[in-house]
DNA sequence: TCAAAAAGTTTGCCTGGGCATACATTGTCA
DNA sequence: TGACAATGTATGCCCAGGCAAACTTTTTGA
């Protein structure tokens, strides 16, 4: 099955093209782990969103998250009933969306990503604008270890300060 | 067309809900954006993998991108079609797929914000293999302001070693 | 109180990015 | 050289996440 894979991997990285890429698996599941990230994705932000929402305004209204998330409301109650079936809110029809126990633990997990993400940046010397607008991006795609050595850096420069 | 909403805010923000978010339209801009991102996302993820590949063994195959990315040819084909709509790649029946200038452009700068976003992680201590995993989900998020910043650091740490 | 505005829902549509399956082409080597 | 393995393509399907437009329910204020 590879014996002309093989072959040739031999006579190219041997030759003139030295082979200095991933392993192709390891590459793969490299890919298919941000492919996941991307679906919990958008769930996180609707989730920290809704509780931040409760939080500031006592409640959470679709047509508060519909303008925030800047989609129409149609979208946001596709997503409401999303989230419902995966058992992080609750909702009635025409009543303002409630976390559950679990959207609550999600929520207050991506929050606290978040913020860190944010101190970073701050910290690094990005300009408050930009800081708020990569964090948003960035504080899906990164592990736990990198949260935390994160959170190292931002202490230390504030304590610097 | 305000008035209902503007009472609404100056009551709650005035008693027991303090308004601490960000101006709605602000945040919406904020996920419009992110949005965006993501639609570019794995463009600049094929075509990035696309220069390396031509760079490490002399060409791009359709089969490599399939066992690299994760997913099955048909995929690949029909992405490499898209990429070649936007004038990224060209391609011939059959044949492997090369880059346009453009597609080259593209790649350039998405390998050396890689680059930078994974010396960076590196630079404040995460792990070899998470960094690798992290720098691939970052790297479409960071503007160029924070790339600086990080590039920055990298250097610093490094000539401090 | 009740009509109009606001909020929420439903329906039907589109696009992107997956998959499996079947088919076509190319390359290899017995 | 020709059969078979490897590679590439086409078709048809699915799901997620958008939208617009029409409709229903709730809220508001004259």
Do not use: C, N
């Not at 909702?91 to 969306?97: A, G, L, Q, T, V």
Request: hydrophobic share 35%; aromatic share 2%.
């Amino acid at each position: 099955m590879a014996t002309k894979q093989d072959k040739d991997l031999e006579h190219v990285t041997s030759s003139e093209h030295p082979d200095e890429m991933l392993a192709p698996d390891v590459h793969a599941r490299q890919h298919q782990h941000v492919r996941k990230a991307h679906e919990t994705e958008l769930v996180e932000d609707y989730v920290e969103l809704i509780a931040d929402l409760i939080d500031a305004k006592g409640e959470a209204r679709a047509v508060e998250l519909s303008q925030r998330m800047g989609v129409t409301q149609a979208t946001v109650g596709k997503m409401i009933r999303r989230l419902d079936e995966r058992g992080l809110v609750t909702s009635e029809p025409y009543r303002s969306i409630f976390l559950t126990d679990a959207g609550r633990r999600m929520a207050e997990d991506s929050r606290s990503r978040h913020i860190t993400v944010l101190r970073f940046l701050r910290a690094i010397g990005v300009s408050e604008t930009t800081a708020r607008q990569d964090a948003e991006g960035i504080e899906h795609h990164v592990s736990d270890e990198t949260v935390a050595a994160m959170r190292r850096l931002a202490e230390k420069s504030q304590a610097t300060d």
